[in-house]
């Protein structure tokens, strides 16, 4: 029997999307631009670099915003209970310096996510680490001996979901649930961590049998 | 430039070897022995198994135990800082049994290491999670865009150092120090992060020449 890991998402799944929020609390209506407006990352990216350059805002500002902001009702809960029961670490394509607040909040655990270039308070460039890293960190825990329990809400948590053993859907769009009905879907924490739990037990008795 | 990880030992590292504290606590001499005492990993094991069977004592007595022993002094707060400035992994020996009271002292770290088979509260047998489960973590995480610095204190941590961009040694007995003196030894907690910024810094300019 494999011992299991259980990899998430954060914004949308433990806390809000990070950009909204601090679209929201600066009251820069065009920070809220995300990749269903703008499809090319890289292109957003850059404009949103640009905007917070023409309203003077370094990395600092920024920090300080999303240390305003506060996980979803209940996620630090779920979290806690989680990491008693077993390994959890953080998927998440947002930046190091900008989780590092909220992970403050959460109790520090694990986040594998990318990093921004940052020279003098000013934020110049960003580092996506890896294509595809929460595919890829996926497929190297279960390759260090585990097996992986996933839980995420869009798009780009879908190819952890189908690596993982056990992928489950929270509080996604729509689109998301049409466009991969064989993931299950839940609303509130406490149907996430059974779903998370429920699918390692089936799998565990599965590979028993 | 790529993001640190570091990966770190828990014992005599952060914490005292975890069945010499079983030995002194529980008064039985004869879970002093390891693997110094005895070659043979699986027959020390199995001996350990058999002296706990011996003495009635299942998983939830070791576990009241292991609660009862505390960091190392000074060992909280290094991890603390740490975990402040990067991510942090802990890759053990130990059986994540035997680690969770201690995880919850130490602010639940992320820990990567092997599993006890227990049957109805009786530690019946273990699993190793992977061979060289601490150099193969190093390497993954290498595959997934990270430099990792790393700190051990023994034998079973020279090939995590080896592997790692930056290894470090904190308290190691002078047969590891005489057999790798390419790795830097440390005895404070000061000197080791300093020992793990000072490494990076170093890489990070040499990568950047």
């Not at 190297?140 to 995420?152: I, R, T």
């Not at 009905?181 to 149907?191: A, F, I, S, W």
């Amino acid at each position: 029997m494999k011992p299991w890991l259980t990899c998430l998402d954060l914004e949308g799944v433990l806390v809000p999307e990070v950009w909204i929020a601090v679209a929201e609390r600066t009251g820069i209506d065009e920070l809220r631009l995300t990749t269903r407006d703008v499809a090319d990352y890289a292109a957003l990216m850059r404009h949103r670099l640009q905007v917070l350059d023409a309203h003077g805002l370094g990395l600092a500002d920024i920090q300080a915003v999303i240390a305003g902001v506060e996980p979803l009702p209940g996620a630090k809960a779920f979290l806690d209970d989680l990491r008693a029961r077993r390994q959890v670490v953080l998927l998440s394509d947002t930046f190091e310096q900008f989780a590092g607040p909220l992970m403050a909040q959460l109790g520090r655990p694990t986040i594998l996510c990318h990093s921004l270039v940052v020279e003098n308070g000013h934020i110049r460039d960003w580092r996506m680490r890896l294509p595809e890293q929460k595919r890829a960190s996926v497929l190297a825990f279960q390759g260090l001996g585990y097996a992986v329990s996933a839980g995420g809400d869009s798009y780009n948590d879908t190819a952890m979901l189908l690596a993982a053993e056990v992928g489950v859907l929270f509080r996604p769009p729509a689109s998301v649930v049409e466009a991969f009905p064989q993931l299950p879907v839940v609303t509130t924490y406490d149907e996430f961590a059974r779903a998370l739990d429920d699918g390692q037990a089936r799998w565990d008795a599965a590979s028993r049998a």
